[in-house]
């Protein structure tokens, strides 16, 4: 979420709802996330909201476009696929129009959308955000590290894997359905990681940055109980700790640990100079092995929400 809460009122807006958009109302989207990124040397809407964005029509999930005259000037999606938490959302203001109220009016629709049942993501955490949700009666209630360290020098100690487990690389169409099924056990308190899909895993493995020899598959008696994905951001010359996952019977023996450093060790010898993960804060486990693999936080999303 980035934005301005200036209630000051725009002559001519409107807000358009749509279940899917146009190719030409796609690619107004992207110039508006683009120009976004620029100015706030971050992404306003998320990967997982790009790929609804750009992959066609989904269940439960709904585009707002905010128009004055023929200029699109601000952009949320609202996604309604989690069957137990209120719907989430993310919205932006295209740079050279904030402080008019777009922000505001934006958020008003997605909690008239959504019944004011509401999460709301701001990414960076940035002050404006924060006073939009605020403004809109949202309270914070996760907070989403960025993680980040140089790969160069490596100064990890050497993966060791627990024993029986041999590690390989991904097979598409081969590993999905094995990986799908370990993917939403080792996250079945995360619906935002386990509740992916084939179509979700297809969308990734299109993307230009998929590389399977990154997508590293631990096995025990030919059974696959973890994984490390890893990814390339090109243009920002950085490695992603994309997602590790581990059953829960095969964690508390070092896999996790041993699965991370395999990954970092694959990134840095594609010559990337920082790598970079996603935790959330109240994750300590986890936060502590990350620290103790040399991860230090560079930033944080925060999500706000209604109280109802």
């Known amino acids: 979420m980035t934005s301005d809460a200036a209630p000051a009122l725009e002559p001519g807006r409107q807000i358009h709802t749509y279940d899917e958009l146009s ?9 508006l996330l683009e120009a976004a990124d620029r100015t706030d ?8 909201g790009r790929l609804y964005l750009r992959h066609g029509r989904r269940e439960g999930v709904r585009h707002f476009l905010l128009s004055v005259g023929p200029h699109l000037y601000g952009y949320a999606q609202l996604e309604e696929t989690d069957p137990i938490e209120a719907p989430a959302a993310e919205l932006v203001v295209h740079p050279s129009h904030r402080g008019r109220g777009h922000g505001r009016a934006l958020g008003t629709a997605l ?7 509401l999460r709301v993501w701001a990414h960076g955490g940035k002050a404006a955000a924060r006073h939009l949700a605020q403004v809109l009666g949202l309270t914070l209630f996760r907070e989403l590290r960025q993680l980040r360290r140089p790969l160069t020098p490596l100064d990890i100690p050497e993966p060791v894997l627990p024993e029986g487990v041999t590690v390989r690389t991904f097979v598409p169409g081969q590993d999905d359905t094995a990986w799908l099924a370990v993917n939403a056990t080792a996250f079945a308190h995360h619906p935002e990681q386990g509740s992916l899909t084939q179509r979700d895993l297809d969308d990734r493995t299109a993307e230009p940055w998929f590389d399977p020899k990154g997508f590293f598959l631990a096995e025990r008696d030919g059974k696959l109980i973890g994984y490390h994905w890893t990814k390339t951001h090109a243009e920002e010359q950085l ?14 023996g070092g896999l996790g640990k041993a699965l991370t450093a395999i990954g970092l060790r694959h990134l840095a010898a594609q010559g990337l100079p920082t790598a970079m993960l996603y935790v959330d804060a109240d994750n300590t486990a986890a936060v502590r092995v990350y620290e103790g693999l040399g991860f230090t936080t560079h930033e944080v999303d925060l999500m706000y929400r209604t109280e109802s």
Not at 239 to 250: K, M, N, Q, S, T
């Open 239 to 252: 490695g992603e700790v994309y997602v590790v996952g581990i059953l829960p019977d095969a964690q508390g």
């Open 111 to 117: 909690l008239a959308a959504s019944g004011k049942r």
């Open 23 to 31: 190719p030409e109302q796609v690619q107004d989207v992207l110039e």
């Open 41 to 48: 040397g971050l992404h306003a809407v998320s990967e997982q």
